[in-house]
Protein backbone atom coordinates (compact mmCIF):
# COMPACT_ATOMS: atom_id res chain seq x y z
CA UNK A 1 0.00 0.00 0.00
CA UNK A 2 2.13 2.68 -1.47
CA UNK A 3 -0.25 5.13 -2.10
CA UNK A 4 -3.57 5.42 -0.60
CA UNK A 5 -6.61 8.32 -0.79
CA UNK A 6 -8.27 9.08 2.84
CA UNK A 7 -10.76 11.36 4.35
CA UNK A 8 -9.83 14.30 6.09
CA UNK A 9 -11.81 16.98 7.76
CA UNK A 10 -13.53 18.46 4.74
CA UNK A 11 -11.15 17.33 2.05
CA UNK A 12 -9.41 14.10 0.96
CA UNK A 13 -5.79 13.66 1.75
CA UNK A 14 -3.79 11.68 -0.67
CA UNK A 15 -0.62 9.94 0.80
CA UNK A 16 2.10 7.74 0.02
CA UNK A 17 4.58 5.75 2.60
CA UNK A 18 7.66 7.13 3.28
CA UNK A 19 10.85 5.03 1.95
CA UNK A 20 12.81 5.83 5.13
CA UNK A 21 10.81 6.44 8.35
CA UNK A 22 8.71 4.24 10.48
CA UNK A 23 7.04 4.98 13.98
CA UNK A 24 7.64 2.91 17.25
CA UNK A 25 5.58 3.16 19.58
CA UNK A 26 7.68 1.39 22.77
CA UNK A 27 6.34 -0.61 25.57
CA UNK A 28 4.94 1.25 29.02
CA UNK A 29 8.41 0.18 30.63
CA UNK A 30 10.56 0.84 27.93
CA UNK A 31 9.36 5.08 27.69
CA UNK A 32 12.39 5.91 24.82
CA UNK A 33 13.33 3.64 22.18
CA UNK A 34 16.49 6.06 21.47
CA UNK A 35 19.79 4.36 21.29
CA UNK A 36 18.40 0.36 20.53
CA UNK A 37 20.41 -1.21 17.97
CA UNK A 38 17.68 -1.29 15.90
CA UNK A 39 17.41 2.69 15.95
CA UNK A 40 19.65 4.84 13.41
CA UNK A 41 18.47 8.08 14.61
CA UNK A 42 15.17 9.44 16.18
CA UNK A 43 13.51 11.97 13.43
CA UNK A 44 10.47 13.40 15.93
CA UNK A 45 10.25 12.02 20.13
CA UNK A 46 7.01 12.25 19.95
CA UNK A 47 3.82 12.18 16.93
CA UNK A 48 1.03 10.75 17.80
CA UNK A 49 1.97 8.64 20.53
CA UNK A 50 4.97 7.30 18.02
CA UNK A 51 8.67 7.91 18.06
CA UNK A 52 9.41 8.29 14.55
CA UNK A 53 12.91 6.83 13.48
CA UNK A 54 14.89 5.76 10.97
CA UNK A 55 16.03 1.90 11.24
CA UNK A 56 19.03 0.26 10.51
CA UNK A 57 19.08 -2.13 8.40
CA UNK A 58 21.08 -4.53 5.43
CA UNK A 59 21.94 -3.58 2.60
CA UNK A 60 19.14 -3.26 -0.24
CA UNK A 61 16.23 -4.13 2.94
CA UNK A 62 13.22 -2.54 1.99
CA UNK A 63 11.61 -0.45 4.90
CA UNK A 64 8.38 -3.00 4.95
CA UNK A 65 10.70 -5.71 5.74
CA UNK A 66 12.46 -4.41 8.34
CA UNK A 67 9.56 -3.03 10.32
CA UNK A 68 8.37 -6.37 10.42
CA UNK A 69 11.15 -7.73 12.16
CA UNK A 70 11.39 -4.56 14.13
CA UNK A 71 7.70 -5.07 15.30
CA UNK A 72 9.25 -8.25 16.91
CA UNK A 73 11.56 -6.73 19.57
CA UNK A 74 10.40 -7.28 22.82
CA UNK A 75 10.88 -3.48 23.91
CA UNK A 76 8.35 -2.42 20.46
CA UNK A 77 4.87 -2.11 21.20
CA UNK A 78 3.43 -1.07 18.00
CA UNK A 79 5.49 -0.19 14.62
CA UNK A 80 3.62 1.63 11.96
CA UNK A 81 4.57 3.18 8.19
CA UNK A 82 5.08 6.82 7.84
CA UNK A 83 3.32 8.94 5.30
CA UNK A 84 3.82 12.09 3.68
CA UNK A 85 0.85 13.90 1.72
CA UNK A 86 0.87 14.86 -1.70
CA UNK A 87 3.10 17.78 -2.45
CA UNK A 88 4.09 17.97 1.67
CA UNK A 89 7.75 17.15 3.56
CA UNK A 90 5.18 16.78 6.47
CA UNK A 91 5.47 13.47 8.24
CA UNK A 92 2.18 11.46 8.82
CA UNK A 93 1.72 9.16 11.86
CA UNK A 94 -1.44 7.25 11.90
CA UNK A 95 -2.56 7.22 15.69
CA UNK A 96 -5.13 4.10 15.21
CA UNK A 97 -8.14 5.59 15.87
CA UNK A 98 -10.62 6.07 13.23
CA UNK A 99 -13.43 8.51 13.86
CA UNK A 100 -16.57 6.54 12.05
CA UNK A 101 -19.69 8.20 11.20
CA UNK A 102 -22.83 5.54 10.33
CA UNK A 103 -25.76 6.62 7.78
CA UNK A 104 -28.91 7.93 9.76
CA UNK A 105 -30.84 4.83 10.61
CA UNK A 106 -28.17 2.30 10.92
CA UNK A 107 -28.38 0.31 14.36
CA UNK A 108 -25.93 -0.35 17.20
CA UNK A 109 -26.25 -4.06 16.16
CA UNK A 110 -25.71 -3.36 12.45
CA UNK A 111 -22.63 -1.29 13.84
CA UNK A 112 -21.41 -3.56 16.27
CA UNK A 113 -21.25 -5.97 12.79
CA UNK A 114 -19.29 -3.47 11.11
CA UNK A 115 -16.58 -3.13 13.60
CA UNK A 116 -16.34 -7.03 14.31
CA UNK A 117 -15.55 -7.34 10.06
CA UNK A 118 -12.53 -5.01 10.64
CA UNK A 119 -11.97 -5.79 14.16
CA UNK A 120 -12.24 -2.60 15.88
CA UNK A 121 -12.85 -1.97 18.83
CA UNK A 122 -14.64 0.68 20.22
CA UNK A 123 -13.41 3.47 22.14
CA UNK A 124 -16.17 6.23 22.79
CA UNK A 125 -19.40 7.02 21.59
CA UNK A 126 -20.41 10.40 21.23
CA UNK A 127 -23.98 10.33 19.83
CA UNK A 128 -26.00 7.24 18.32
CA UNK A 129 -24.20 7.36 14.82
CA UNK A 130 -20.98 8.71 15.62
CA UNK A 131 -17.98 6.49 17.16
CA UNK A 132 -14.65 6.24 18.25
CA UNK A 133 -12.41 3.27 17.26
CA UNK A 134 -8.88 1.71 17.48
CA UNK A 135 -7.71 -0.65 15.37
CA UNK A 136 -6.39 -3.98 17.14
CA UNK A 137 -3.62 -6.38 16.37
CA UNK A 138 -6.25 -8.41 13.75
CA UNK A 139 -7.38 -5.44 12.41
CA UNK A 140 -5.64 -4.07 8.83
CA UNK A 141 -3.75 -0.95 8.69
CA UNK A 142 -5.53 2.52 10.00
CA UNK A 143 -5.49 3.71 6.80
CA UNK A 144 -6.35 1.06 4.58
CA UNK A 145 -8.91 -0.25 7.45
CA UNK A 146 -10.65 3.81 6.82
CA UNK A 147 -10.26 3.52 3.07
CA UNK A 148 -12.79 0.12 3.04
CA UNK A 149 -15.00 1.65 5.75
CA UNK A 150 -15.77 4.76 3.71
CA UNK A 151 -16.71 2.25 0.95
CA UNK A 152 -19.60 0.85 3.10
CA UNK A 153 -23.11 1.91 2.37
CA UNK A 154 -23.90 1.91 6.18
CA UNK A 155 -20.97 4.10 6.80
CA UNK A 156 -20.99 8.08 6.05
CA UNK A 157 -17.51 8.65 6.87
CA UNK A 158 -14.59 7.34 8.20
CA UNK A 159 -11.91 9.21 8.83
CA UNK A 160 -8.22 8.27 10.80
CA UNK A 161 -6.72 10.39 13.19
CA UNK A 162 -3.72 11.58 11.96
CA UNK A 163 -0.77 13.52 13.27
CA UNK A 164 2.28 15.60 11.64
CA UNK A 165 4.46 18.38 13.23
CA UNK A 166 2.58 21.73 13.26
CA UNK A 167 3.92 25.16 12.69
CA UNK A 168 4.85 26.90 15.90
CA UNK A 169 4.27 30.66 15.59
CA UNK A 170 7.07 31.32 18.27
CA UNK A 171 7.57 35.08 19.08
CA UNK A 172 10.76 36.74 18.68
CA UNK A 173 12.39 39.57 20.13
CA UNK A 174 13.21 42.44 17.94
CA UNK A 175 16.69 42.62 16.89
CA UNK A 176 17.09 46.18 16.36
CA UNK A 177 20.76 47.33 16.40
CA UNK A 178 20.63 49.81 19.18
CA UNK A 179 17.93 47.81 21.42
CA UNK A 180 20.91 46.94 23.96
CA UNK A 181 21.09 50.70 24.84
CA UNK A 182 17.21 50.87 25.26
CA UNK A 183 17.65 50.50 29.49
CA UNK A 184 14.18 51.75 30.02
CA UNK A 185 13.16 48.87 27.86
CA UNK A 186 15.10 46.29 29.70
CA UNK A 187 17.92 47.77 32.34
CA UNK A 188 20.61 44.98 32.78
CA UNK A 189 22.34 47.49 35.13
CA UNK A 190 24.33 48.58 32.52
CA UNK A 191 25.23 51.11 29.07
CA UNK A 192 26.82 48.52 26.75
CA UNK A 193 29.18 51.17 25.32
CA UNK A 194 30.02 53.20 28.26
CA UNK A 195 31.10 53.31 31.71
CA UNK A 196 28.46 53.80 33.00
CA UNK A 197 25.96 51.98 36.02
CA UNK A 198 22.54 51.92 36.61
CA UNK A 199 20.47 50.23 38.65
CA UNK A 200 19.35 46.75 37.30
CA UNK A 201 15.77 46.30 37.17
CA UNK A 202 14.82 50.14 36.54
CA UNK A 203 12.84 49.61 33.87
CA UNK A 204 9.57 49.28 32.16
CA UNK A 205 9.63 45.48 32.13
CA UNK A 206 8.17 46.41 28.17
CA UNK A 207 10.31 43.05 26.97
CA UNK A 208 8.71 40.55 29.55
CA UNK A 209 5.47 42.52 28.44
CA UNK A 210 6.23 41.44 24.55
CA UNK A 211 7.22 37.61 25.94
CA UNK A 212 3.61 37.35 27.65
CA UNK A 213 1.92 38.88 24.97
CA UNK A 214 3.35 36.93 22.03
CA UNK A 215 3.87 39.90 20.05
CA UNK A 216 4.59 43.49 19.85
CA UNK A 217 1.48 45.16 19.66
CA UNK A 218 -1.84 44.24 17.23
CA UNK A 219 -1.70 46.40 13.89
CA UNK A 220 -5.63 47.33 14.33
CA UNK A 221 -4.27 49.47 17.66
CA UNK A 222 -3.62 52.91 16.62
CA UNK A 223 -1.20 55.22 18.82
CA UNK A 224 -2.26 59.29 18.36
CA UNK A 225 0.81 61.38 19.52
CA UNK A 226 -0.42 65.10 19.06
CA UNK A 227 3.05 67.35 18.91
CA UNK A 228 5.15 69.30 16.30
CA UNK A 229 7.94 68.09 13.36
CA UNK A 230 7.13 64.56 12.45
CA UNK A 231 9.69 63.31 10.28
CA UNK A 232 7.42 61.05 7.85
CA UNK A 233 10.94 59.64 6.21
CA UNK A 234 12.58 58.27 8.86
CA UNK A 235 13.23 54.79 8.84
CA UNK A 236 11.32 53.77 12.13
CA UNK A 237 8.30 55.94 11.19
CA UNK A 238 7.44 55.94 7.23
CA UNK A 239 5.82 52.16 6.84
CA UNK A 240 3.66 53.24 10.19
CA UNK A 241 1.95 56.08 9.70
CA UNK A 242 -2.02 56.07 9.55
CA UNK A 243 -4.48 59.00 8.80
CA UNK A 244 -1.65 61.91 9.34
CA UNK A 245 -2.95 65.28 9.86
CA UNK A 246 -1.58 68.95 10.08
CA UNK A 247 -4.33 70.75 12.03
CA UNK A 248 -2.43 74.14 11.18
CA UNK A 249 -2.62 73.63 7.66
CA UNK A 250 -5.93 71.47 7.48
CA UNK A 251 -3.68 68.79 5.26
CA UNK A 252 -3.02 65.20 5.29
CA UNK A 253 0.96 66.47 4.44
CA UNK A 254 2.86 67.22 7.16
CA UNK A 255 5.37 70.06 6.70
CA UNK A 256 8.69 68.84 6.89
CA UNK A 257 12.28 70.46 7.65
CA UNK A 258 11.58 73.25 9.63
CA UNK A 259 14.03 73.52 12.25
CA UNK A 260 11.93 74.90 14.63
CA UNK A 261 9.96 71.75 15.31
CA UNK A 262 11.53 68.47 15.99
CA UNK A 263 10.13 67.17 19.07
CA UNK A 264 7.57 65.19 17.45
CA UNK A 265 10.05 62.65 16.24
CA UNK A 266 11.19 61.50 19.10
CA UNK A 267 8.45 61.26 20.95
CA UNK A 268 6.59 58.76 18.59
CA UNK A 269 10.03 56.55 18.28
CA UNK A 270 9.61 55.93 21.97
CA UNK A 271 6.17 54.58 21.77
CA UNK A 272 6.08 53.22 17.81
CA UNK A 273 9.30 53.21 16.34
CA UNK A 274 9.19 50.09 14.01
CA UNK A 275 11.11 46.83 14.42
CA UNK A 276 13.15 46.55 11.41
CA UNK A 277 16.56 45.24 12.28
CA UNK A 278 17.89 48.97 12.44
CA UNK A 279 18.62 51.66 15.06
CA UNK A 280 15.50 51.59 18.01
CA UNK A 281 12.42 49.80 18.49
CA UNK A 282 9.22 51.98 20.18
CA UNK A 283 7.74 50.47 23.13
CA UNK A 284 4.49 48.85 20.93
CA UNK A 285 6.31 48.50 17.51
CA UNK A 286 3.63 46.58 15.84
CA UNK A 287 1.03 49.09 16.10
CA UNK A 288 -0.18 52.28 13.79
CA UNK A 289 1.04 55.54 14.30
CA UNK A 290 -1.16 58.68 13.70
CA UNK A 291 1.06 61.69 14.21
CA UNK A 292 -1.03 65.20 14.56
CA UNK A 293 1.16 68.18 13.89
CA UNK A 294 0.23 71.72 15.44
CA UNK A 295 0.12 71.51 19.15
CA UNK A 296 -2.13 74.56 19.87
CA UNK A 297 -3.69 76.62 22.80
CA UNK A 298 -6.57 77.63 21.16
CA UNK A 299 -10.08 75.86 22.42
CA UNK A 300 -11.11 75.63 18.60
CA UNK A 301 -8.00 73.64 17.61
CA UNK A 302 -8.23 71.78 21.23
CA UNK A 303 -11.21 70.56 20.25
CA UNK A 304 -10.33 69.49 16.53
CA UNK A 305 -7.60 67.73 17.50
CA UNK A 306 -9.45 65.04 19.77
CA UNK A 307 -12.49 64.95 17.70
CA UNK A 308 -9.68 64.03 14.79
CA UNK A 309 -8.82 61.32 17.19
CA UNK A 310 -11.93 60.23 17.69
CA UNK A 311 -13.24 60.39 14.12
CA UNK A 312 -10.61 58.70 12.82
CA UNK A 313 -10.34 55.84 15.09
CA UNK A 314 -6.71 56.49 17.92
CA UNK A 315 -7.12 54.23 20.62
CA UNK A 316 -4.34 55.87 22.42
CA UNK A 317 -3.70 59.36 22.72
CA UNK A 318 0.29 60.96 23.73
CA UNK A 319 0.54 64.43 24.26
CA UNK A 320 4.00 65.45 25.59
CA UNK A 321 3.30 69.64 25.55
CA UNK A 322 0.88 71.91 27.93
CA UNK A 323 1.57 74.93 30.44
CA UNK A 324 1.92 75.46 34.18
CA UNK A 325 1.52 78.83 33.91
CA UNK A 326 -1.96 79.27 35.85
CA UNK A 327 -2.67 82.18 33.49
CA UNK A 328 -3.49 79.69 30.80
CA UNK A 329 -5.10 76.91 32.30
CA UNK A 330 -7.80 74.72 30.60
CA UNK A 331 -11.11 76.55 29.92
CA UNK A 332 -14.34 74.66 29.58
CA UNK A 333 -14.27 74.15 26.04
CA UNK A 334 -11.04 72.85 26.30
CA UNK A 335 -11.78 69.92 29.24
CA UNK A 336 -15.04 69.15 27.49
CA UNK A 337 -13.29 68.65 24.77
CA UNK A 338 -10.27 65.89 26.59
CA UNK A 339 -13.55 64.39 28.03
CA UNK A 340 -15.22 63.62 25.32
CA UNK A 341 -12.22 61.85 23.65
CA UNK A 342 -11.85 59.78 26.88
CA UNK A 343 -15.82 58.71 27.43
CA UNK A 344 -17.33 58.73 23.58
CA UNK A 345 -13.92 57.43 21.54
CA UNK A 346 -13.09 53.74 20.52
CA UNK A 347 -16.68 53.29 20.03
CA UNK A 348 -17.89 54.43 23.62
CA UNK A 349 -14.97 52.64 25.85
CA UNK A 350 -12.49 56.08 25.30
CA UNK A 351 -9.44 56.68 23.66
CA UNK A 352 -6.96 56.13 26.35
CA UNK A 353 -5.08 59.91 26.76
CA UNK A 354 -2.28 60.66 27.80
CA UNK A 355 -0.16 64.09 29.33
CA UNK A 356 3.19 64.80 30.86
CA UNK A 357 3.05 66.33 34.14
CA UNK A 358 6.19 68.64 32.85
CA UNK A 359 9.28 69.28 33.66
CA UNK A 360 9.46 72.84 35.81
CA UNK A 361 10.42 71.26 39.34
CA UNK A 362 7.13 72.23 40.33
CA UNK A 363 4.83 71.05 43.24
CA UNK A 364 2.10 70.97 40.54
CA UNK A 365 1.35 69.85 37.10
CA UNK A 366 0.79 70.70 33.78
CA UNK A 367 -2.66 71.82 33.30
CA UNK A 368 -3.80 69.72 30.30
CA UNK A 369 -2.39 66.81 32.97
CA UNK A 370 -4.18 67.30 35.85
CA UNK A 371 -7.86 66.22 34.04
CA UNK A 372 -9.38 64.09 35.56
CA UNK A 373 -9.50 61.78 32.71
CA UNK A 374 -5.93 61.66 31.72
CA UNK A 375 -2.87 59.61 32.50
CA UNK A 376 -0.67 61.93 33.76
CA UNK A 377 2.84 60.74 33.47
CA UNK A 378 5.80 61.78 35.56
CA UNK A 379 9.38 60.60 35.22
CA UNK A 380 12.07 58.34 36.67
CA UNK A 381 15.72 57.78 35.94
CA UNK A 382 17.94 54.80 35.60
CA UNK A 383 18.63 54.63 39.29
CA UNK A 384 14.69 54.28 40.05
CA UNK A 385 14.56 57.91 41.14
CA UNK A 386 12.28 60.40 40.94
CA UNK A 387 13.79 62.71 38.21
CA UNK A 388 14.40 66.18 39.69
CA UNK A 389 13.39 68.04 37.13
CA UNK A 390 9.42 65.87 36.90
CA UNK A 391 7.01 68.27 38.45
CA UNK A 392 5.17 66.61 41.68
CA UNK A 393 1.30 66.60 42.39
CA UNK A 394 -1.88 64.81 43.33
CA UNK A 395 -2.64 64.44 39.89
CA UNK A 396 0.22 62.10 38.80
CA UNK A 397 -1.32 58.81 38.17
CA UNK A 398 2.57 56.73 37.19
CA UNK A 399 5.98 57.45 36.17
CA UNK A 400 7.93 55.86 33.43
CA UNK A 401 11.92 55.43 33.07
CA UNK A 402 13.23 58.77 31.79
CA UNK A 403 16.85 60.67 31.96
CA UNK A 404 17.97 62.50 35.02
CA UNK A 405 20.82 59.90 35.20
CA UNK A 406 21.48 58.56 31.94
CA UNK A 407 19.27 59.23 29.08
CA UNK A 408 17.50 57.19 26.25
CA UNK A 409 18.09 57.14 22.85
CA UNK A 410 15.16 58.00 20.45
CA UNK A 411 14.63 59.07 16.52
CA UNK A 412 16.36 62.12 15.39
CA UNK A 413 14.67 64.03 12.78
CA UNK A 414 16.98 64.59 9.60
CA UNK A 415 16.51 68.65 10.18
CA UNK A 416 17.17 68.49 13.74
CA UNK A 417 20.18 70.66 14.69
CA UNK A 418 20.28 69.39 17.85
CA UNK A 419 21.32 70.84 21.40
CA UNK A 420 24.07 72.33 23.39
CA UNK A 421 23.32 70.00 26.06
CA UNK A 422 24.14 71.86 29.51
CA UNK A 423 28.05 72.64 28.77
CA UNK A 424 27.34 72.34 25.09
CA UNK A 425 30.48 69.97 24.95
CA UNK A 426 28.13 67.82 22.25
CA UNK A 427 25.09 68.03 19.78
CA UNK A 428 23.26 64.76 19.59
CA UNK A 429 24.87 62.64 22.16
CA UNK A 430 25.72 63.04 25.96
CA UNK A 431 28.77 61.43 26.31
CA UNK A 432 30.15 62.39 22.39
CA UNK A 433 30.01 58.66 21.00
CA UNK A 434 27.97 58.82 18.20
CA UNK A 435 25.09 56.24 17.45
CA UNK A 436 24.07 56.54 14.08
CA UNK A 437 22.56 59.90 12.43
CA UNK A 438 19.00 58.98 13.00
CA UNK A 439 18.85 58.68 16.38
CA UNK A 440 20.14 61.25 19.63
CA UNK A 441 19.42 61.00 23.24
CA UNK A 442 16.06 62.24 25.09
CA UNK A 443 14.70 62.34 27.90
CA UNK A 444 12.34 64.74 30.49
CA UNK A 445 8.36 63.91 30.76
CA UNK A 446 8.49 63.81 27.21
CA UNK A 447 9.61 60.68 26.52
CA UNK A 448 8.47 59.41 29.26
CA UNK A 449 4.83 60.21 28.27
CA UNK A 450 4.98 58.41 24.83
CA UNK A 451 6.11 55.70 26.77
CA UNK A 452 3.75 54.64 28.41
CA UNK A 453 1.50 54.98 25.83
CA UNK A 454 3.24 52.54 23.90
CA UNK A 455 2.14 50.50 26.58
CA UNK A 456 -1.22 51.47 27.08
CA UNK A 457 -1.07 50.33 23.00
CA UNK A 458 0.22 46.40 24.66
CA UNK A 459 -2.62 46.00 26.87
CA UNK A 460 -5.65 46.81 24.19
CA UNK A 461 -3.77 44.67 22.12
CA UNK A 462 -4.07 42.03 24.74
CA UNK A 463 -7.54 42.83 25.46
CA UNK A 464 -9.33 45.58 23.84
CA UNK A 465 -12.49 45.87 25.30
CA UNK A 466 -10.73 47.47 28.18
CA UNK A 467 -12.42 50.86 28.65
CA UNK A 468 -9.84 54.30 29.13
CA UNK A 469 -10.87 54.28 32.79
CA UNK A 470 -10.03 50.79 32.81
CA UNK A 471 -6.19 51.43 31.53
CA UNK A 472 -5.58 53.94 33.89
CA UNK A 473 -7.06 51.77 36.66
CA UNK A 474 -4.94 48.80 35.59
CA UNK A 475 -1.33 50.70 34.94
CA UNK A 476 -1.85 52.33 38.53
CA UNK A 477 -2.91 48.90 40.52
CA UNK A 478 0.39 47.25 38.68
CA UNK A 479 2.87 49.47 38.93
CA UNK A 480 6.09 48.89 41.13
CA UNK A 481 6.49 51.33 43.75
CA UNK A 482 9.95 52.70 44.13
CA UNK A 483 11.70 55.77 46.14
CA UNK A 484 11.11 55.43 50.17
CA UNK A 485 7.39 53.85 51.37
CA UNK A 486 6.77 57.30 53.06
CA UNK A 487 6.66 58.74 49.79
CA UNK A 488 3.24 57.04 49.56
CA UNK A 489 0.14 58.44 51.25
CA UNK A 490 -2.27 55.67 53.12
CA UNK A 491 -3.92 55.35 49.51
CA UNK A 492 -0.47 54.62 47.66
CA UNK A 493 0.16 57.10 46.12
CA UNK A 494 2.88 59.72 46.00
CA UNK A 495 3.34 63.27 44.42
CA UNK A 496 6.29 62.09 42.80
CA UNK A 497 5.83 58.76 41.27
CA UNK A 498 1.81 58.89 41.56
CA UNK A 499 1.40 54.66 42.39
CA UNK A 500 4.53 53.66 41.19
CA UNK A 501 7.04 53.23 38.36
CA UNK A 502 5.33 51.46 35.38
CA UNK A 503 5.47 47.71 35.04
CA UNK A 504 4.09 47.33 31.36
CA UNK A 505 4.49 42.84 31.87
CA UNK A 506 1.99 42.96 35.11
CA UNK A 507 0.12 45.37 33.18
CA UNK A 508 -0.67 43.50 29.96
CA UNK A 509 -0.86 40.15 32.40
CA UNK A 510 -3.91 42.11 34.40
CA UNK A 511 -5.34 43.03 31.00
CA UNK A 512 -5.24 39.48 29.71
CA UNK A 513 -6.55 38.29 32.84
CA UNK A 514 -9.66 40.68 32.66
CA UNK A 515 -10.01 39.47 29.34
CA UNK A 516 -10.41 35.86 30.07
CA UNK A 517 -12.28 36.33 33.05
CA UNK A 518 -14.75 38.20 30.87
CA UNK A 519 -15.05 35.47 28.77
CA UNK A 520 -15.50 32.73 31.37
CA UNK A 521 -17.11 34.09 34.66
CA UNK A 522 -20.47 36.12 35.20
CA UNK A 523 -20.61 39.44 36.30
CA UNK A 524 -19.73 40.75 39.73
CA UNK A 525 -22.69 41.47 41.70
CA UNK A 526 -22.88 44.89 43.25
CA UNK A 527 -25.26 45.64 46.07
CA UNK A 528 -25.54 49.17 47.03
CA UNK A 529 -28.62 49.38 49.34
CA UNK A 530 -28.53 51.60 52.35
CA UNK A 531 -28.14 49.29 55.19
CA UNK A 532 -30.43 50.36 58.40
CA UNK A 533 -30.93 49.64 61.78
CA UNK A 534 -32.17 46.55 62.75
CA UNK A 535 -30.37 44.31 60.51
CA UNK A 536 -28.85 42.30 63.10
CA UNK A 537 -25.49 41.89 65.50
CA UNK A 538 -22.62 40.23 64.40
CA UNK A 539 -19.71 38.81 66.12
CA UNK A 540 -16.58 38.19 64.04
CA UNK A 541 -12.92 38.02 64.28
CA UNK A 542 -10.23 39.63 62.03
CA UNK A 543 -7.50 38.42 60.47
CA UNK A 544 -4.84 39.30 57.84
CA UNK A 545 -5.28 36.76 54.63
CA UNK A 546 -1.89 35.68 52.35
CA UNK A 547 -2.37 37.28 48.68
CA UNK A 548 -2.13 33.36 47.71
CA UNK A 549 -4.32 30.84 47.33
CA UNK A 550 -8.19 30.38 45.51
CA UNK A 551 -11.44 31.06 46.56
CA UNK A 552 -15.28 31.88 45.35
CA UNK A 553 -15.87 35.32 44.34
CA UNK A 554 -19.46 35.85 45.38
CA UNK A 555 -19.80 39.63 44.90
CA UNK A 556 -18.75 43.08 45.50
CA UNK A 557 -20.41 45.69 47.72
CA UNK A 558 -20.38 49.45 48.59
CA UNK A 559 -22.07 49.29 51.80
CA UNK A 560 -20.22 47.31 54.70
CA UNK A 561 -23.12 46.16 56.34
CA UNK A 562 -23.91 44.52 53.41
CA UNK A 563 -20.82 42.64 53.67
CA UNK A 564 -21.17 41.42 57.19
CA UNK A 565 -25.30 39.92 56.47
CA UNK A 566 -23.38 38.03 53.68
CA UNK A 567 -20.14 36.77 55.43
CA UNK A 568 -22.42 35.68 58.04
CA UNK A 569 -24.86 33.84 55.49
CA UNK A 570 -22.10 32.49 53.58
CA UNK A 571 -19.73 30.80 56.35
CA UNK A 572 -23.00 29.51 57.94
CA UNK A 573 -24.30 28.17 54.30
CA UNK A 574 -20.86 26.30 53.13
CA UNK A 575 -18.87 25.94 56.27
CA UNK A 576 -15.80 27.68 54.79
CA UNK A 577 -14.18 31.14 56.18
CA UNK A 578 -14.82 34.61 54.07
CA UNK A 579 -12.08 36.97 53.06
CA UNK A 580 -13.09 40.86 52.25
CA UNK A 581 -10.76 42.82 49.56
CA UNK A 582 -10.82 46.65 50.46
CA UNK A 583 -10.54 48.77 47.05
CA UNK A 584 -11.32 51.59 45.50
CA UNK A 585 -13.70 52.22 42.71
CA UNK A 586 -14.65 55.33 40.61
CA UNK A 587 -13.57 57.03 43.98
CA UNK A 588 -15.72 54.95 46.23
CA UNK A 589 -14.61 52.33 48.61
CA UNK A 590 -15.79 48.67 47.27
CA UNK A 591 -15.68 45.29 48.97
CA UNK A 592 -15.13 41.92 47.33
CA UNK A 593 -16.44 39.03 48.98
CA UNK A 594 -14.68 35.61 48.47
CA UNK A 595 -15.66 32.59 49.67
CA UNK A 596 -13.00 30.00 50.60
CA UNK A 597 -8.91 30.52 50.41
CA UNK A 598 -7.53 27.39 49.27
CA UNK A 599 -4.20 26.25 48.29
CA UNK A 600 -5.34 24.27 45.24
CA UNK A 601 -7.74 25.80 42.49
CA UNK A 602 -9.45 22.32 42.55
CA UNK A 603 -10.51 22.53 46.05
CA UNK A 604 -11.96 26.07 45.21
CA UNK A 605 -13.66 24.26 42.26
CA UNK A 606 -15.43 21.87 43.78
CA UNK A 607 -16.74 24.66 45.97
CA UNK A 608 -18.03 26.85 43.09
CA UNK A 609 -20.00 24.14 42.03
CA UNK A 610 -21.16 23.79 45.85
CA UNK A 611 -22.27 28.03 45.47
CA UNK A 612 -23.42 27.52 41.65
CA UNK A 613 -25.79 24.88 43.06
CA UNK A 614 -27.26 26.95 45.61
CA UNK A 615 -28.17 29.43 42.68
CA UNK A 616 -25.46 32.28 43.89
CA UNK A 617 -23.23 33.92 40.92
CA UNK A 618 -20.03 33.68 41.58
CA UNK A 619 -16.49 33.17 40.23
CA UNK A 620 -13.16 31.42 40.58
CA UNK A 621 -11.24 33.89 42.07
CA UNK A 622 -7.33 33.75 42.52
CA UNK A 623 -6.30 35.60 45.85
CA UNK A 624 -3.15 36.99 44.81
CA UNK A 625 -5.70 38.85 42.00
CA UNK A 626 -7.14 41.20 44.86
CA UNK A 627 -3.76 41.98 46.51
Known amino acids: MSGISVKSGKGELKLHKSKQLVGLRPKKKNKDLKGQSFVEEEVHAHLGGFQVVTLTSEEGQDVDSRLDEVRQESKVDVGTHVYFAEGSNRPMVPTGEIYITFEEGVGPDEQQIVLEEYHLELVERRTASFVITKVTANSPNPLKAAASLQ ?20 FSAPADSLLPHQWHLNNDGFVIDVNFRLKKGADSRVVNAWNRLGNTGNSGITVAVIDNGFDTNHP ?27 HGTPCASVAVAASNGQGIVGAAPGVRFMPIHGTSFSAKTTEEMFDYCIRNGADVISCSWGTTDARYSLNTIKEQAIARAARQGRGGKGCVILYAVG ?35 REVSICAPSNGDWPIIAARASWDPGLNWETGAFKYWRDGRDRGRNYKHFGGTSSATPLVAGICALMLSANPDLTAREVKDILQRTADRIGHPSEYNSSGHSVKY ?19 ANQTAPPVVEVTENITSGRGIFRFDVRKQAAQGWGVQIGAFYEY ?14 NAPVV ?28 LKRVKNAGISSFLRNLKDLA
Open 359 to 393: NDDLNYVNYYAAHPDVIAVAASTSQDAHANYSNRG
Open 498 to 516: GYGRINADRAVAEAIRRRD
Open 580 to 607: VSINELNGKTVYKVVVGAYDSQAAAREL
Open 561 to 574: GNVLIQAEKLQKQF
Open 236 to 262: DLRSKIFKPWDLWNKSSQLPQGDTRFT
Open 151 to 170: ALSLVATAEPDLDMPLDEYA
